[in-house]
């Protein structure tokens, strides 16, 4: 598929209204029916290498919220949360990675690198972009990583954080080692990423494999085939698999690390605290959870800290909005 259609495609999935019991209407949700606040439109905006779709809602003076969706999610991760948010006075970016959804390559010959720095030099880009000095971080899997990332190593650019699973950055040496077998059973999709056979089946059933993954991910989420289907839309973007692929494969040290990314590396395997107000979140029901209550990660958060369990899976921001956005605001006033 060209980026074009693919991009089409994407706008049409992203026009649907986001259920926000409760919520006034907010700015420019054009004439969303009461109770209901609409997640869109998709803008975009170059910021470094990447031309990045993004929704934005709230004030455009407010303080700003930047999500960060992991894998295999989106931004609709965030479309209830978002207006909630927007509500209280933030003002809500929620953009897409790369290889997902509109945001694409702006030109073709830029290298597809899916080092784990390259996502938060992303994110700050779109932050410069959008004329961001400093905003909240909130995410969970990927968007964990790279908002730990940027708190670690750029922690002026964090007001707050909120991290869904703590710590995230990863360290290559580390990731060698072999972990318990119901552990290891839990990240069967990386290994199977990791061959031929895996890098074509995924090329072939990525929307099987990523509705397979939420339901092992989230046991509890009864979510519904529309609700899947907007996210599996983000799926389309002809990058998705190689940065998927690639990505997976780098934190297994089977794909090479870029040297361009080498300083910022060699300060990340260093494990760095995060000294920003952090709120860290765990998932009662998520199959990669350490502990339940924060204990395996706590000494890398040095500055005000408080942790939540809620009783839901992975996707943590989808299955309880209500409960992650308190957590952004709770994040904020620490």
């Known amino acids: 598929m060209d980026s074009n259609s693919g991009r089409r495609q994407f706008l049409q999935a992203t026009g649907t209204a986001a259920l926000a019991a409760g919520i006034a209407p907010l700015v420019g949700s054009g004439g969303a029916a009461a109770g209901q606040a609409r997640f869109g439109p998709v803008k975009h905006i170059n910021a470094g290498v990447l031309n990045v779709g993004y929704v934005e809602l709230g004030r455009s003076t407010g303080r700003p919220v930047v999500l960060l969706h992991g894998f295999p999610y989106d931004i609709h991760s965030f479309e209830e949360v978002a207006p909630l948010l927007a509500s209280r006075g933030y003002r809500v970016i929620v953009p897409y990675f790369r290889g997902h959804g509109t945001t694409t390559f702006r030109s073709p010959s830029t290298p597809r690198n899916v080092d784990q720095a390259a996502f938060a030099l992303d994110t700050l880009a779109l932050m410069d972009a959008l004329g961001i000095k400093r905003a909240l971080l909130a ?196």
């Open 139 to 334: 995410g969970y899997d990927w968007g964990s990583r790279t908002a730990d990332i940027i708190a670690a190593l750029w922690p002026e650019r964090v007001k707050a954080l909120v991290s869904v699973t703590g710590y995230l950055i990863t360290n290559l040496e580390a990731n060698k080692a072999p972990l318990p077998p119901a552990a290891e059973n839990a990240w069967w999709y990386q290994y199977y990423f990791s061959t031929e056979r895996g890098r074509l089946g995924f090329q072939r059933y990525y929307r099987e494999l990523g509705e397979f993954i939420w339901r092992f991910n989230s046991p509890t989420w009864k979510f519904d085939q529309q609700t899947y289907a907007r996210t599996a839309a983000a799926f389309t973007n002809p990058d998705y698999v190689p940065i998927v692929i690639g990505n997976y494969r780098w934190r297994l040290s089977l794909a090479p690390a870029e040297p361009e990314y080498a300083p910022i590396e060699s300060r990340l395997q260093q494990a760095p605290t995060i000294g920003v107000p952090t709120v860290t979140i765990d998932g009662r029901h998520d199959p990669f959870t350490p502990a339940g209550d924060g204990s395996a990660y706590r000494d890398h958060f040095t500055g005000k800290y408080r942790h939540r369990t809620f009783d839901v899976g992975h996707n943590v921001p989808q299955e309880a909005p209500r409960e992650f956005a308190q957590a952004v605001v709770d994040a904020d006033r620490l």
